[in-house]
Nanobody
């Protein structure tokens, strides 16, 4: 069993900063990558940032230069530092953990419950 637990989030003014944390526990032997997605009201969920076990990162164009994803592999914790926040960053942010199946090698993911980030103008 795998547990994905997010923390952080909240209300911040435009230009402010927040940090989100996500800890993965349980059967993490085949954990390969972790990331953050977000979903704003009336919009589709989108990938915000992702980091592999080797440290490779990708970011959505809309957050490049403002958000930084990092990972503590010893504790299977991923962080999302969000700076220069804008009202359009308002969304529920979800952490996900990616795994590979032992036999087939096919990927699968677990998701957290989500944490609300609200940026006021």
């Amino acid at each position: 069993q795998v547990h994905v637990v997010e923390s952080g989030g909240g209300l911040v003014h435009t230009g402010g900063s927040l940090i989100l944390s996500c800890a993965v526990s349980g059967s993490t032997l085949r954990l390969t990558a972790m990331g953050w997605d977000r979903q704003a009201p009336g919009k589709q969920r989108e990938l915000v940032a992702r980091i592999t076990s080797g440290g490779s990162t990708i970011y959505a164009e809309s957050v490049k230069g403002r958000f930084t994803i990092s990972r503590d592999t010893a504790t299977n914790t991923v962080y999302l530092q969000m700076n220069s926040l804008k009202p359009e960053d308002t969304a529920v942010y979800y952490c996900h953990a990616e795994f590979l199946r032992t036999v087939s090698g096919s990927p699968y993911s677990y998701w957290g419950q989500g944490t609300q980030v609200t940026v006021s103008s």
